[in-house]
């Protein structure tokens, strides 16, 4: 490929990235004014009301929005091109920020188990009701089962992890916000205790939604393997001058994945061809295996020891 097709290579991948970014910031725009839609009509009916179960939602909702808030900083960071302190890029800010949301999801499954256990050790009457709130309430819960699944369609469109993890999380939202109405019907027939063993059941499921998103974003922040060995050794080895291959590693995002490998030739060929045989490894793991993007080749004479990672 010569430099101007290169050049238009990049600018084309460049355009793609901010045109991503744009897509995923629009998508927290939204949820962002949702949040703040429903968080300032439970914090007003909670205030009026004295309500500390729907208060203490809205301060939920809040966290919601601050979270978005945060994630904006995190989709500008990670959306900047390569410099010299970051020369492959700013894209782990994004996993960075899906990784932080994984632990707050585990925090507000945490919370939620010490409130449920010393509200069963503490007996109470049960809080007042009216139509008013149980309009609020199911309002809340129309609101993130839209946000979750939009969020997890655009995801998946945009192949983000950021609005992965939100997703879940806003998915673990539905959870608490049906907590939150079951608490709301017991207290309407004199059940005090009902909702408290509810929330003991959501915790476990919240934390498995926390555990998901830790376990899939560590992984990339920790440089696990993105692409087995085999499929890039068969293509290697099918490459006209290469006698063998080794140590092939590779890391990165799922979607920009980096690879450096060891190739062996024959000691004797020339600089030019060794060049040409490695262009040939790189062009050809990139053309077969459209996720990678970088591609270093370390080329080595047949017979030289092999090394191991």
Same mark, same amino acid.
């Given at each position: 490929?010569?430099?101007?097709?290169?050049?238009?290579?990049?600018?084309?991948?460049?355009?793609?990235?901010?045109?991503?970014?744009?897509?995923?910031?629009?998508?927290?725009?939204?949820?962002?004014?949702?949040?703040?839609?429903?968080?300032?009509?439970?914090?007003?009916?909670?205030?009026?009301?004295?309500?500390?179960?729907?208060?203490?939602?809205?301060?939920?909702?809040?966290?919601?929005?601050?979270?978005?808030?945060?994630?904006?900083?995190?989709?500008?960071?990670?959306?900047?091109?390569?410099?010299?302190?970051?020369?492959?890029? #700013?894209?782990?800010?994004? =996993? /960075?920020?899906?990784? *932080?949301?994984?632990?707050?999801? @585990? !925090?507000?499954? +945490?919370?939620? &188990?010490?409130?449920?256990?010393?509200?069963?050790?503490?007996?109470?009457?049960?809080?007042?009701?009216?139509?008013?709130?149980?309009?609020?309430?199911?309002?809340?819960?129309?609101?993130?089962?839209?946000?979750?699944?939009?969020?997890?369609?655009?995801?998946?469109?945009?192949?983000?992890?950021?609005?992965?993890?939100?997703?879940? #999380?806003?998915?673990?939202? =539905? /959870?608490v916000t049906? *907590?939150?109405?079951?608490?709301? @019907? !017991?207290?309407? +027939?004199?059940? &005090?205790?009902?909702?408290?063993?509810?929330?003991?059941?959501?915790?476990?499921?919240?934390?498995?939604?926390?555990?998901?998103?830790?376990?899939?974003?560590?992984?990339?922040?920790?440089?696990?393997?993105?692409?087995?060995?085999?499929?890039?050794?068969?293509?290697?080895?099918?490459?006209?001058?290469?006698?063998s291959c080794?140590?092939?590693?590779?890391?990165?995002?799922?979607?920009?994945?980096?690879?450096?490998?060891?190739?062996? !030739?024959?000691?004797?060929?020339?600089?030019?061809?060794?060049?040409?045989?490695?262009?040939l490894v790189?062009?050809?793991?990139?053309?077969?295996?459209?996720?990678?993007?970088?591609?270093?080749?370390?080329?080595?004479?047949?017979?030289?020891?092999?090394?191991?990672?």
């Open positions: 490929m010569g430099s101007g097709g290169y050049d238009r290579e990049v600018s084309r991948s460049v355009e793609a990235r901010t045109l991503r970014h744009k897509q995923v910031r629009r998508v927290l725009i939204i949820e962002l004014l949702l949040n703040i839609l429903v968080g300032a009509s439970k914090a007003v009916y909670g205030v009026l009301t004295g309500n500390l179960t729907i208060t203490a939602d809205a301060v939920h909702s809040a966290t919601d929005a601050g979270a978005n808030i945060v994630g904006f900083f995190v989709l500008h960071k990670s959306g900047q091109p390569a410099d010299r302190e970051h020369p492959y890029g #700013h894209r782990k800010f994004e =996993v /960075l920020g899906a990784a *932080a949301l994984g632990l707050a999801v @585990g !925090a507000l499954g +945490i919370n939620l &188990g010490v409130a449920a256990l010393r509200s069963l050790a503490d007996p109470h009457d049960a809080p007042s009701t009216d139509a008013l709130g149980l309009l609020i309430i199911l309002g809340t819960l129309v609101v993130n089962i839209f946000v979750a699944r939009y969020e997890a369609r655009k995801a998946r469109e945009l192949d983000s992890k950021f609005l992965a993890a939100d997703a879940a #999380h806003t998915a673990s939202d =539905v /959870l049906m *907590a939150v109405l079951a608490s709301y @019907g !017991a207290s309407h +027939i004199g059940i &005090g205790w009902a909702d408290d063993v509810g929330a003991l059941v959501l915790v476990v499921v919240i934390m498995r939604v926390a555990w998901t998103v830790l376990r899939d974003n560590l992984g990339i922040l920790v440089d696990q393997r993105q692409i087995d060995e085999v499929t890039i050794l068969e293509l290697v080895m099918a490459i006209d001058g290469v006698e080794h140590r092939i590693r590779s890391h990165g995002m799922p979607d920009e994945v980096i690879v450096d490998l060891h190739v062996q !030739a024959d000691g004797d060929i020339t600089l030019s061809e060794s060049h040409r045989i490695a262009h790189e062009a050809t793991l990139r053309t077969e295996i459209p996720l990678i993007v970088d591609v270093t080749v370390h080329m080595e004479p047949a017979g030289d020891p092999i090394e191991k990672i």
